[in-house]
Structure formats: C-alpha cells, structure tokens
C-alpha cells in the first residue's frame, strides 16, 4: 500500500471533521505568505507563524493568504479556527483528491481546483489539489506544495496594472482560478508539442517504444481533460451562488470568460483580464 491509501485506511474510522492528512508524503514546515492591498499600495510578507495572519481578517484592504503544505493540522485548523472555516471543510483540505467543487459556505465561499504544472526539465506534469475561501475582505489558498502557475497573479498586485487593485477579493479569486486555467492550456500545448515530436520520429524512424510514448502523452492528457471538465461546474456555482461575497461584476467575468472558453476541443486561449 502506498502512503496515501495506509492514510486513507486510517481515517476511514475517524469521525467527521477530524484533521488528517491525506495526500503524498510531506515534510518540512509549510510556508505562509500574506499579501495584502487596495488601490494606493500593498504589503507582501512570509510569516513565520499562523497567529500573524489573524489581524487581516478585520481590514478594509484586500488580504491574500497562501499555505504551502497541507500536511500540518494545527496549521490548518488555527487558521480554520480564526476564519470560521469548518472542520468539515478544513477536512477537505487536507484530503487532496478532492474533485472539483463549489460550495457556498454561507460566511464564505469554497472552490477546490486540480493546479496542473509541467516539469520542462523531466518533460512531465504534475497535480496538486488547490483549495480556495473567499471571505468578505479575503482569499484564503491552500497548496499542497510550494511553487504554482499563480505569479502572474501576484506580478498584477505588485505592480498595480490592470483592475486588480481596484476591486474586491471576488476578482482575486476569480484571477487565480483564471491563472489555474490558463495554465491547463500551456500545459496541454507543451503536451502537444511532445506528440508532435513523437509522431514525427516515428515517421523518419518507426520504433516501438515511440509508440508507447505517444500512448503515454495522450493518456496524460486525458487526465488532464478529466481536470478541465470539472471547472464547468466549477464556474457554473460560481456565477449561481448567492454569496454577497461575488459582486455582479465578477460574475459577468466568468460568464464572459468562461462560457466560450472550457470547451473539451479548446487547446489555446489568450486573455489578458
């Protein structure tokens, strides 16, 4: 049994709400970063403890919290405890195969999102279970590792280009989940590129093993399309949701964005919102 199932199995006896951890095996003290703006300016800071974060929770300003790793509970639930984050939900964030969700938590929002990267130096993809709370002045993200495809994110914080910083934490989450996004279509075009270059050298050089690797890309991104799908549901509750946390402007950016642009035959897409 790998990590992950002798995990599974453990929990399975565990009563709703419990903290644990289930996903690849972890180590190492997660990391937290706060950025926190509004149209004049903005801070950006790594904290070395949970309890630095709670201040922002009563600001007038736009507060985004990140958590990379997932894997201590008294992280998660100090800051699920502060945010009135439930149990049942902080649960969900620990356990990282969670599909693709929207759920309206009344006081808040939760997103769950598969965040697909591509290893160009071992030509392979990755998945990590991304899981995001909007507030009524913030965005909480959690990530099961460091490292994501959120810098264009941040880089329209830091700068002030574009609308970001003019508007809510609604636009906020629906920049990251954009970035998520725009992120699938890099990954299926570099995915893309792979098989072409497959087909091609077994063209000029039939071998049975290129084959194989042509299977395996296509297999990979099958997978991935399993991860797209599920955004449709996704943006669908989003633009449902009764929330007061999602303006009426932010729900024409989905509609507008998003109802052309998750379909299955899509392979390319450039916005700039």
């Not at 460091?146 to 280009?161: E, H």
């Not at 991860?227 to 929330?243: I, K, M, N, T």
């Amino acid at each position: 049994m790998t990590s992950e199932e002798i995990k599974r199995s453990e929990k399975a006896g565990l009563s709703p709400g419990t903290l644990m951890y289930v996903g690849d095996e972890k180590s190492g003290k997660p990391r937290i970063t706060v950025i926190d703006y509004d149209a004049s300016g903005f801070l950006e800071k790594e904290v070395a403890s949970v309890e630095e974060c709670f201040p922002f929770k009563e600001t007038s300003t736009v507060t985004w919290i990140n958590v990379d790793g997932v894997h201590d509970a008294s992280i998660i639930e100090r800051l699920g405890a502060h945010f009135d984050i439930h149990p049942l939900v902080l649960e969900d964030i620990m356990t990282t195969t969670q599909r693709p969700k929207t759920e309206d938590l009344g006081g808040a929002v939760f997103v769950v999102l598969r965040m697909i990267e591509y290893d160009e130096h071992c030509a392979e993809t990755t998945a990590d279970q991304l899981s995001l709370i909007l507030g009524p002045n913030y965005v909480l993200t959690f990530q099961e590792t460091p490292g994501d495809c959120l810098d264009p994110v941040r880089d329209r914080i830091r700068s002030g280009k574009g609308r970001i910083r003019k508007l809510g934490p609604d636009y906020l989450a629906y920049a990251v989940i954009d970035a998520v996004v725009d992120n699938y279509f890099f990954v299926l075009e570099k995915l893309g590129e792979r098989i072409d270059a497959l087909e091609e050298q077994l063209i000029a050089e039939p071998r049975r093993e290129l084959l194989g690797g042509i299977h395996g890309l296509k297999r990979e991104m099958i997978e991935l399309r399993k991860s797209v799908w599920p955004l449709r549901e996704v943006v669908s509750g989003l633009e449902r949701s009764e929330s007061p946390h999602i303006k009426d402007t932010t729900g024409q950016f989905l509609r507008d964005h998003y109802d052309p642009a998750l379909q299955v035959n899509d392979t390319d897409r450039n916005t700039t919102p």
